[in-house]
């Protein structure tokens, strides 16, 4: 591991909301945020905003060892990248050994954490950053190389807190076919135990409806299969994910999977539609590239603080698909201070214009906002009516309004 460390001790950056001042022209009306369910919070005070970090599965599945975790620790300080709220480093599948110890403990592959799992932990929250490692809530991993943690939880809940872990991304292979419920509940109760706050992602693919229960067991849960590195799989699972918009809010959020953004098989449009969505979205913005080695393009896209704050907004409303006409789409949804985000999108394979008008986005046709082009970092002022552009293929336009 790679002990050179910077001097200065990062903390969160404070994402300024815009005051809006003046009338909101919001349609008292309009449904979003108001059908939200009451949702009894998973009461461990994490997740307020959508986690943001990386993992290694996306880029290195099944490919873990210390000196890739240190340096990828390094590198989300050194690119900046922490300073903007990336703050998780977080482990996936094939970490520890096959067989538990004597005692029942989960071991750590010696051959890839020769220095243990504390040390790792002690040296990322050296950086500023905070430690995830990944779980499974059946009796093997997915990756079949380390054992779940059914029948277990309470032990490998109290191994993970004294080690000094920050968050357990929990999957869902090799159940027995018991209730997800039960199983994902169970590791629930057994991480608040450990007095530790210990943030609780549920990876159970949306197989059992998660959003419509995990709200008081986790502090967010996938809504869908696996995300590939491509155009179809990323917006299949932008759309499946829409359908729960309802359910999230401050403290539980739905998870559409971690950012493909940065793995070279999309363009970068396509990268810019799949960064613009999740951040709409308040989905988790787990970074899966090699943050090591990120070209120009990805850095810009992931580092982008204007599309960042519209993720981490204090309202915490989901944005939603608003509009549908062909492939041409708007999503949209309120962020704090009477603002509103808006994603424009052309899903087709020709250049064509996207419009949306006030009241595609909930707005009294009668009020004037400035909007912010979020990728172009220009202001529009007094816009009326409606937003409009011309989009190539796969391309998106994100805008932040703000009442005149
Ligand atoms: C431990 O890591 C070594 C080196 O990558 C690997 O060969 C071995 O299969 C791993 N053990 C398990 C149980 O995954
Ligand atoms: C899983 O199912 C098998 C076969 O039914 C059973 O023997 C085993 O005890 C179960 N394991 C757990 C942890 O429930
Ligand atoms: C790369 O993109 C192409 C075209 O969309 C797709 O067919 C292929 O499956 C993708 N590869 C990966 C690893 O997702
Ligand atoms: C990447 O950006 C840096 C700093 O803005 C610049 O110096 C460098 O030339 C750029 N690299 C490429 C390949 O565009
Ligand atoms: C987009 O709208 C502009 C202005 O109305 C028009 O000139 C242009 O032809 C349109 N482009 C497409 C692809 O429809
Ligand atoms: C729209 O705003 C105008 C001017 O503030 C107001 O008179 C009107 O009642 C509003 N319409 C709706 C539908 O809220």
Redesign the pocket.
């Known amino acids: 591991m790679d002990h050179s460390s910077l001097s200065l001790p990062l903390f969160l950056l404070v994402l300024v909301a815009v005051s809006a001042g003046a009338a909101s022209g919001i349609n008292q009306n309009r449904k979003l945020g108001k059908s939200r369910p009451r949702r009894d919070l998973l009461d461990n005070g994490l997740g307020r905003t959508p986690q943001m970090g990386w993992n290694n599965y996306n880029h290195f599945p099944g490919k873990l060892n210390e000196k890739l975790i240190g340096q990828t620790a390094n590198a989300m300080v050194s690119t900046g990248l922490a300073a903007l709220g990336y703050e998780y480093i977080n482990l996936d599948d094939c970490w520890a050994e096959l067989n538990r110890d004597s005692q029942g403990n989960l071991v750590p592959n010696a051959t890839i954490f020769p220095s243990g799992m504390k040390a790792l932990a002690g040296y990322i929250h050296s950086k500023g950053l905070k430690i995830g490692i990944y779980g499974d809530a059946g009796t093997l991993t997915c990756a079949r190389t380390m054992p779940g943690s059914l029948g277990y939880e309470e032990q490998d809940a109290n191994t993970f807190a004294s080690w000094g872990i920050d968050y357990l991304k929990y999957d869902n292979c090799h159940n027995n076919g018991t209730s997800p419920q039960e199983r994902y509940t169970k590791m629930s109760k057994a991480l608040l135990a450990t007095g530790r706050p210990i943030f609780f992602s549920l990876c159970e693919w949306g197989q059992a409806y998660p959003a419509t229960w995990a709200g008081s067991v986790g502090n967010s849960w996938r809504t869908t299969g696996d995300i ?6 990323m917006i299949s699972k932008a759309d499946q994910n829409d359908a729960w918009a309802s359910y999230a809010g401050p403290g539980g959020w739905n998870d559409p999977d971690m950012l493909e953004v940065g793995n070279g ?1 999309m363009s970068t449009e396509d990268y810019r539609c799949h960064f613009s969505l999740w951040s709409l979205a308040k989905a988790p913005l787990i970074l899966g590239c090699d943050i090591r080695s990120m070209d120009n393009d990805t850095f810009e896209l992931v580092s982008n603080k204007e599309v960042i704050a519209v993720n981490q907004d204090e309202l915490g409303i989901q944005g939603k698909k608003v509009k549908k006409t062909g492939d041409l789409e708007v999503w949209s949804g309120p962020l704090s201070g009477n603002r509103v985000a808006v994603v424009l999108m052309n899903r087709g394979l020709s250049t064509a214009n996207v419009t949306a008008e006030w009241s595609d986005i909930g707005l009294n046709s009668s009020v004037i906002f400035d909007a912010r082009d979020l990728w172009e970092h220009s202001t529009t002022t007094s816009v009326q009516n409606q937003l409009d552009a011309t989009l190539d293929s796969h391309a998106c336009k994100m805008y932040v309004l703000t009442p005149h």
């Open positions: 590939k590195d491509n155009w179809g799989s098989n």
